[in-house]
């Protein structure tokens, strides 16, 4: 059955360290997508990447990083310099038709800094 | 500045009544329209959606309005069941597969 995954489910980070989560589809999508949800505040863009070895900020980009080494596979680190790094990550993809029914979720991972 | 907003975060509803949902937008550019389902701890999953160029599109007891002129689109759900408990996300992307920008979302709690 094709899929987003999203590992692990639950992070707990430490001030100061980076992490990095993972992402994998195999829906054959083009585009991958990395949100944010935060309490009363809707899902936020990230980053993007609509083609391997490219990618785009989104509107939150700061502190983040990612690569798309593989058409599979988009993983997102949070770096040190992400101020308020709580909070639930969504990934999505979809193929690269314009094809709005085709955005898929994982099913999130909660990041934790303690 | 918030291209996509929904102004109830809440909303509470007897089972078997109408849930309505609304949401406005401030870009002229988005031309596409959608409505996701979420949750607690999972991914959003899609609803319905609508393409600027209709006013109406209907999927079993989901129904979305779009009203280009006021910038308003709204989720009707009728009848309105204790499943369909959950934060309702209203989307809209701009012509080329732009990413989707998402409204904060309502929760809709439906009351036996």
């Known amino acids: 059955d094709g899929g987003i995954t999203q590992s692990p489910k639950y992070l707990f980070r430490k001030e100061g360290q980076n992490v990095t989560l993972s992402c994998e589809q195999n829906?054959?999508?083009?585009?991958m997508y990395w949100y944010r949800q935060d309490p009363g505040q809707g899902l936020r863009l990230i980053y993007y990447?609509?083609?391997?070895?490219?990618?785009q900020k989104g509107d939150i980009a700061e502190g983040y990083s990612v690569s798309r080494e593989k058409k599979e596979s988009f993983p997102l680190t949070v770096t040190s310099a992400q101020k308020n790094p709580t909070a639930f990550y969504l990934c999505?993809?979809?193929?690269?038709?314009?094809?709005?029914?085709?955005?898929?979720f994982g099913s999130g991972t909660r990041l934790t800094v303690v | 500045d918030q291209q996509v907003k929904q102004n109830s975060p809440s909303l509470s509803v007897q089972e078997g009544r109408i849930s309505i949902l609304n949401c406005d937008y401030t870009?002229?550019?988005?031309?596409?329209f959608l409505w996701y389902k979420k949750y607690p701890a999972e991914g959003p999953t899609f609803l319905i959606s609508?393409?600027?160029?209709?006013d109406k599109n209907e999927d079993g007891r989901f129904t979305v309005f779009l009203n280009k002129s006021a910038k308003h689109l709204s989720l009707h759900i009728v009848p309105s069941q204790p499943g369909d408990s959950a934060v309702y996300f209203c989307?809209?992307?701009?012509?080329?597969?732009?990413?989707?920008?998402f409204g904060k979302g309502t929760r809709l709690s439906v009351i036996a």
């Open positions: 989307a809209a992307s701009a012509f080329g597969n732009t990413p989707l920008v």
């Open positions: 829906l054959n999508h083009d585009a």
């Open positions: 990447s609509q083609i391997v070895n490219d990618f």
């Open positions: 999505a993809s979809n193929s690269d038709r314009g094809d709005h029914y085709g955005y898929t």
């Open positions: 870009n002229s550019m988005f031309d596409y």
């Open positions: 609508i393409s600027s160029i209709k």
